[in-house]
């Protein structure tokens, strides 16, 4: 290691801008791989098979509902340059996640110069926390999350061009190409131009002198949106328009969701969830209060806040579960002003020792719970894989088959919530035959500690969580979520399976 710092050092000599940034991004690259390494070689999950099995064989590019082709070109040419092979989708994404935390450090490195308590070393750490920021996960590490990813990827670049010193009047042009190009990935930054004006806005400073990039940003989104309708026949799709049917305290609630869980891990106990957050709340306020009239604090700070607001406003009326990590990827973009303005806080503590132990404790708090969310995603993909392994060896058996409680999740890390006749076809594996009678959800596995052991006597079968199996007369099911109730005559599979949370019992 010594003698690479050493080469480096002559290679840059004269040019310590440079070795700086080559040392930052590759102290990030070489720590991301510890930590997101594992996840580099698991399988495609749920609606990735959805997803691929529409690109390959359909050849669309346009899902009903959704309009983010530059996701979806993505995974396309992907595909034509190494098949299948899911070691480069993970590994594109992970790439992706290690650029926008290199950006989020040059970002960052503007703020010293503007702040006299920001040192030196807090740009790295502000990159190294959003690293290893924990609840965004679902964004790198699921291959169709990387719409998120893109998009924030898009928007952070912008910020960066914006920001920058020195930029000219090429910060017109440029943020804009990057709102456009983003916006074709994911609607996640939909508000990127309110929350640059934001950044951008001085007191002193004549709000005329704002007009163009004004205009030059509504150009920009009335050309997205006239091609997103003659490509799509559609503005918002029937996805975008459920976002509009929540009344105004449904919105309140969901967007405090997503507040909460920006900051803290998912758990079954809400009142536990709601006392942490208050708490945390409290904790913040206080901070910014005594902050507010410091003379080392400039107009920044208060930029960043509002600019956290704003980004919370989309994922806030998309809603986000308080239960486990899904919908983690809607807080990709809020993110960055997560710890942009965290980062900012922390630097006015005067005392080095104490603003030490905080980051070091924010270290800790994020990389443990990044560990597990990892770790749920890497579990994921195993019972992915089981799960095509044994329906593959179900299939050679005679008659109609009915499998039972399919996971749609493992800690909202995505099994087959969608997909899975896609995954069988993309497995080689006839899907004729073979129909999902139940799916299980986190939250009803959770509910029995262990196995799902069925249970019977002389007339019928009853498989946890709800279903009943009636001999030589009907299944009767009980559908998640829905609670709807469905019927099928138990003559007509010659072959009844369940998932128990550990392997595919055979009932019949």
């Known amino acids: 290691m010594g003698e690479m710092f050493l080469f480096l050092k002559n290679r840059y000599k004269g040019n310590e801008g440079v070795l700086k940034n080559v040392l930052a991004f590759s102290s990030l690259l070489f720590i991301g791989l510890i930590f997101y390494g594992n996840t580099l070689t698991k399988p495609f999950l749920c609606d990735d098979y959805a997803v691929m099995y529409r690109l390959i064989t359909q050849k669309d590019l346009f899902a009903i509902g959704f309009f983010r082709p530059l996701s979806d070109l993505s995974l396309y040419i992907t595909y034509k340059l190494v098949g299948l092979n899911t070691l480069v989708y993970n590994t594109f994404n992970f790439l992706v996640h290690v650029s926008c935390s290199f950006v989020l450090y040059r970002i960052t490195l503007t703020f010293v110069s503007e702040c006299r308590s920001m040192t030196s070393y807090l740009p790295f750490v502000a990159a190294l926390l959003f690293l ?5 996960v679902e964004a790198v590490v699921w291959v169709v999350g990387r719409g998120a990813l893109i998009s924030g990827f898009c928007a952070i670049m912008a910020l960066y061009q914006v920001l920058k010193p020195n930029n000219g ?8 190409l990057f709102y456009f190009v ?6 996640s930054i939909l508000l990127l131009p309110f929350i640059i004006l934001v950044l951008l806005y001085r007191r002193k400073k004549n709000l005329k002198a704002y007009l163009p990039l004004i205009i030059a940003f509504s150009i920009t989104l009335a050309i997205h949106f006239i091609l997103r309708y003659i490509l799509s026949g559609v503005i918002s799709g029937d996805y975008g328009q459920n976002l509009f049917n929540s009344s105004s305290k449904e919105y309140l609630v969901k967007l405090a969701k997503v507040v909460g869980r920006s900051i803290l891990p998912p758990s079954d106990n809400s009142l536990l969830l709601i006392i942490l957050f208050v708490s945390v709340l409290l904790i913040y306020c206080t901070t910014i209060f005594y902050l507010r009239n410091s003379k080392d604090c400039p107009s920044r700070l208060w930029q960043l806040i509002i600019a956290l607001g704003l980004s919370f406003i989309i994922p806030g009326m998309f809603g986000i579960s308080t239960h486990t990590f899904e919908g983690g990827r809607l807080l990709y973009f809020p993110a960055f002003f997560l710890i942009l303005s965290y980062t900012y806080i922390v630097s006015f503590i005067k005392r080095k020792n104490i603003q030490l132990f905080i980051l070091v404790g924010t270290t800790i708090y994020f990389s443990f719970f990044l560990n597990k969310n990892t770790a749920s995603w890497v579990q994921a993909g195993n019972i992915t894989t089981y799960l095509l392994k044994e329906t593959e060896k179900i299939k050679m058996l005679d008659g109609e088959i009915g499998l039972l409680n399919i996971p749609q999740e493992y800690n909202g890390a995505l099994i087959f919530r969608n997909g899975f006749r896609e995954a069988l076809w993309m497995n080689g594996i006839d899907t004729s035959h073979i129909q999902i009678l139940r799916t299980l959800t986190t939250e009803e596995s959770r509910q029995v500690k262990g196995i799902l052991n069925h249970k019977y006597d002389s007339r019928r079968i009853f498989v946890p969580p709800n279903t009943t199996i009636e001999y030589d007369s009907t299944i009767t099911v009980i ?3 829905t609670g ?14 369940y998932w128990n949370k550990d392997e595919l019992i055979h009932l019949k």
């Open 132 to 136: 290893l920021y924990p609840f965004h």
């Open 169 to 176: 009047g090429k910060h017109y042009i440029i943020p804009c």
């Open 182 to 187: 983003g916006l074709f990935a994911y609607e």
């Open 479 to 481: 559908q998640p979520v």
């Open 484 to 497: 709807e109730k469905v019927y099928y005559q138990t003559k007509q599979f010659e072959h009844l399976y």
